[in-house]
């Protein structure tokens, strides 16, 4: 049946065309923007993977600063306590060499002192951006629980989609040569030893071989110090100015002898883990446990010291909050032939103060500059990823292209061709 009204070919024809004309300008879409999913229109699941994958890259290009930052700032704070461990060094020399008896003390003395001068330099320009880790002025306690700060390391995004972030926890090293403040109690308390005021007695077969050590009780969030755990210094409560009690950060120091352990703080030490912290100090330190018997008594919660030796040995110790690691060397003084001997052993703990905190921040360093290698090559392989959600195959759409113009072609012949047909219609009127 033939109709002037009612065209099917031209119909098909038209919607045939239409068709191939929205492959033709995807493909062409493609090309010009050089993605196969340009919104979400075009595969909404995909677009929405891929954006919050983007957003990841974005993030981890901020991740990425905050390691470059951090890792300078370390590196200052390194360079500087390595210049330290060298200064102290050199400090050792004049101590040795002091204990000569033919030589001109007052001169060393006069060395030491613009060594200590240096080192007081030194730690007080080893900043970067305005942060100082090693002079004592952070205050703030970072993800380990010690006084420090924290570097940015890393966003994790869970299968949920929730997105946490995590650091990296970089502990301040204080070598200043500040007094801190001094905490009202003593430090150790004299247990079983009634004897001679600071001296654990020889072991002769009396009672007073011994001594407790017994750790303050911890601050509060009441602002008192009744606590059984180490808090924060910047916990919500804790009173900071009152010295009778522990927070996270205060330094104990106790020497037996000549060996001198010092141990800080931890955010949630007990007084069991502060006897024990101090137990392995003085090992650490180089406390001779053939000579001293060390227990941890975790009933009292206190270490227990007892002298094996045949001589008298002092003690001496203390507790203190914001100190210096270096401020023994105030002190120093070798003008005389006692005190060169004394500033012997002072310098050695001085020492083996700076190396630790050059090898603490060594240690942090090294973790920054792999995590920061690891999250260049993280948003590297995002980047892949939404490249192979997202991005055209334009080899593919060059060929798609080139088939569809020929199907553009040959549907506009159709249609007209299909248009024409209601003309033959004229003929049968003729």
């Not at 654990?200 to 750790?215: L, M, R, V, W």
């Not at 100090?281 to 000579?291: C, E, R, V």
């Not at 995590?371 to 590297?380: H, I, T």
């Amino acid at each position: 049946m033939a109709s002037i009204l009612t065209n099917n070919g031209a119909m098909v024809a038209l919607q045939t065309l239409k068709s191939i004309n929205k492959g033709l300008d995807n493909v062409q879409g493609q090309i010009s923007t050089g993605k196969k999913v340009g919104s979400a229109k075009d595969n909404s699941a995909v677009w929405a993977i891929s954006s919050v994958m983007q957003s990841d890259v974005k993030g981890f290009k901020g991740i990425s600063e905050s390691l470059s930052l951090g890792s300078s700032t370390v590196a200052v704070a390194r360079q500087a306590a390595e210049t330290v461990t060298d200064l102290l060094t050199e400090v050792k020399g004049k101590i040795v060499a002091a204990q000569e008896d033919n030589v001109d003390r007052a001169k060393i003395q006069q060395d030491i002192v613009a060594l200590r001068d240096q080192i007081t330099s030194v730690v007080g320009a080893a900043q970067f951006n305005g942060l100082n880790l090693i002079n004592g002025d952070v205050s703030t306690t970072n993800t380990n629980g010690n006084t420090g700060v924290d570097v940015l390391a890393s966003l994790d995004r869970d299968s949920s989609g929730s997105v946490t972030s995590s650091s990296i926890g970089v502990d301040a090293q204080n070598l200043s040569l500040t007094t801190g403040t001094t905490l009202t109690a003593a430090a150790v308390t004299v247990g079983t030893d009634n004897g001679t005021a600071g001296v654990i007695d020889a072991n002769d077969g009396g009672t007073n071989d011994s001594i407790t050590f017994n750790p303050l009780q911890f601050l509060d969030t009441s602002g008192a110090a009744a606590a059984t755990a180490a808090e924060r210094a910047d916990t919500a409560g804790v009173d900071t100015t009152v010295d009778a009690g522990m927070v996270a950060g205060d330094e104990l120091r106790l020497s037996v002898g000549s060996v001198e352990g010092v141990y800080t703080i931890k955010e949630g030490d007990t007084l069991e883990a502060v006897a024990a912290g101090m137990k392995n100090a003085l090992i650490s330190a180089g406390l001779d446990t053939n000579d001293f018997t060390l227990d941890v008594d975790t009933t009292a919660t206190e270490l227990v010291i007892t002298n094996n030796t045949n001589e008298d040995v002092a003690f001496a110790s203390s507790a203190t909050r914001g100190t210096g690691g270096l401020t023994a060397l105030a002190n120093v003084d070798v003008s005389t032939a006692s005190g060169a001997q004394t500033a012997l052993g002072t310098v050695e703990n001085l020492l083996q103060t700076s190396i630790d905190a050059a090898a603490a921040f060594g240690s942090v360093q090294g973790r920054i500059e792999i995590q920061s290698d690891f999250v260049g090559k993280l948003s590297d392989s995002l980047k892949s990823g939404i490249g192979a959600l997202v991005d055209a195959d334009l080899e593919e759409a060059s060929a798609r292209l080139q088939s569809l113009q020929v199907q553009q072609q040959l549907g506009v012949q159709a249609l007209s061709i299909a248009n024409q047909a209601p003309q033959n219609v004229l003929s049968l009127f003729r």
